[in-house]
């Protein structure tokens, strides 16, 4: 997929993924529609980017903002590429095991809530940007567009205290094959890539990178250390370029296992 004088739309793209996979989509050539939350960060990471790069606030519990943002996106030029990539705040309900230590349940709202933000905001922007990409003039390659969805291993083999974000992250590689195969006719790819355990921002809130090196690495086989989100946004750029990735779920963990 070229992407020159293409627009694309990254999802949290003020956050660590975001932001250096809008860097390398920028490069490529697009022009990056940075939908987020985190105005100050998008609009000091869009100066960076130049090229007509904008910032788009968009909140993923509202599918005006997410309608909107590719629709700006789809004005600057051709929609050619969709990363989502957003994280989410956390539950109103606190709680992780479904039958904690007090015996007491894991609230439905704190299910709700992760499937609300993971699942079916991916869904929305994924229908969004489809429709803005079928209507594209094909590429001699017949390609108009691929959207990358973003998984995590906990949603292929989860930790204790996981389900609702296992499940959430589970559903996004479920769909990703019948995402493509519906979209195989209209010449849209769509991937997913399943991070093991990275250094983004969700860390920095509570340690320091140092920390939190010092806590994960040891369950990382090799590199022995968390995931720099560069190598993540290297991952999405070679799906962007490579035509022939389509319907698949990649894990980037460093052969990262759950116990």
Do not use: C, W
């Amino acid at each position: 997929m070229d992407l020159t004088n293409a627009s694309a739309i990254v999802t949290g793209g003020a956050g660590g993924f975001g932001a250096a996979t809008a860097r390398r989509l920028a490069k490529m050539g697009a022009k990056v529609v940075l939908a987020d939350v985190a105005e100050e960060r998008a609009r000091a990471l869009v100066e960076e980017l130049g090229n007509g790069s904008v910032f788009v606030r968009t909140d993923i519990y509202d599918e005006s903002t997410i309608a909107e943002a590719v629709a700006t996106a789809a004005k600057l030029a051709p929609l050619r590429a969709a990363v989502v990539v957003h994280g989410a705040p956390q539950p109103k309900e606190p709680g992780g095991r479904v039958i904690g230590r007090d015996g007491a349940r894991l609230a439905v709202g704190n299910f709700r809530h992760m499937v609300e933000s993971y699942l079916v905001a991916a869904y929305a922007v994924t229908s969004y940007a489809a429709e803005a990409m079928a209507r594209n003039e094909p590429l001699a390659s017949n390609q108009r567009g691929v959207i990358i969805n973003t998984a995590s291993i906990a949603g292929l083999e989860g930790q204790p205290g996981l389900v609702p974000y296992s499940a959430a992250k589970g559903g996004l590689g479920a769909l990703t094959l019948t995402l493509a195969r519906d979209m195989a006719p209209l010449g849209i790819r769509a991937m997913t890539i399943a991070p093991g355990t990275f250094l983004t921002l969700a860390y920095s809130e509570h340690m320091t990178n140092e920390q939190a090196q010092a806590k994960f690495s040891p369950g990382i086989p090799n590199p022995k250390r968390m995931g720099d989100p560069e190598e993540y946004a290297m991952l999405a750029q070679q799906i962007i370029e490579n035509d022939f990735l389509n319907g698949e779920v990649i894990r980037l963990d460093a052969a990262q296992r759950f116990q």
